[in-house]
């Protein structure tokens, strides 16, 4: 099911405006995942909750000084075949959205399903993405 853009428009401007690449194609989807350093993709949702949660947690966590090479996202309900490949490279992993899944050298490395999202606040969410990006991540200067 295909979603307004109306509906999702706000939901996807909560990351646009944090610097997240939005990949809305699968060619824009594999060239970036395809690509070598880290790599965090968020598979964004309507879903009030979880993904609620999710964007202000993914939001808190850009503001750590270790972070990955690049951030994009998709949107499920919005995005079709972009989220679909995304899922392809997630293949060990059941389809899950809101989820944000960090690729190191194309390979999925860290993964935060959904289930790990609800029913946690945004601040608890952010360390988990942070700590993750002190593993796999390289500091950079900014």
């Known amino acids: 099911m295909r979603y307004p853009e109306e509906f999702i428009g706000p939901m996807r401007e909560e990351l ?9 194609t699968p060619e824009e989807v594999d060239a970036l995942l395809t690509s070598n350093g880290t790599i965090m993709m968020v598979i964004n949702s309507m879903c009030g909750c979880a993904a609620g949660r999710a964007r202000p947690g993914i939001a808190l966590a850009l503001r750590h000084p270790v972070l990955p090479n690049k951030v994009a996202t998709v949107f499920a309900g919005g995005d079709i075949e972009a989220t679909a490949r995304v899922r392809e490279y997630l293949k060990d992993y059941p389809p899950s959205s809101p989820s944000v899944a960090l690729f190191r050298d194309g390979k999925v490395v860290y993964m935060l399903q959904r289930h790990q999202i609800e029913n946690r606040e945004a601040q608890h969410i952010a360390r988990s993405l942070t700590e993750a990006f002190d593993e796999y991540c390289v500091k950079q200067a900014r």
């Open 16 to 24: 646009t405006r944090l610097g997240v690449q939005e990949t809305r």
